[in-house]
């Protein structure tokens, strides 16, 4: 005797709902105006060595732009021995609007 396979069976159909001409033209209603105007965005500056940025308790100094790389040092001000960091500058200038940098120097 041979094992018979399952019945594969098919999926149930769901009902069609009848679309009118009316039902078809009828659009949500429009949002209303915005009683206040949007803050304007910050506008930062493009990276270039030697800026110096405040991020929180925190200083970040740029120390090389390269064409998609960046050399930073990120640390807080009285720090006696702060590495160099790399990272790319999109992803960093993704970082410092997220933590609302303020140019100091540069």
Do not use: D
Request: charged fraction near 25%.
């Amino acid at each position: 005797m041979t094992a018979k396979k399952p019945v594969r069976r098919p999926a149930p159909v769901k009902p069609r709902t009848l679309r009118t001409a009316a039902a078809k033209k009828i659009s949500p209603p429009a949002k209303p105006a915005r009683p206040t105007p949007r803050p304007a965005r910050a506008v930062f500056t493009p990276l270039a060595a030697g800026q110096v940025w405040q991020l929180g308790e925190a200083n970040l100094k740029v120390e090389m732009v390269g064409k998609l790389l960046l050399h930073y040092k990120l640390a807080k001000p009285n720090a006696v021995r702060t590495p160099t960091s790399i990272a790319g500058i999109s992803t960093l200038m993704k970082y410092m609007k997220k933590n609302k940098a303020v140019l100091i120097s540069g």
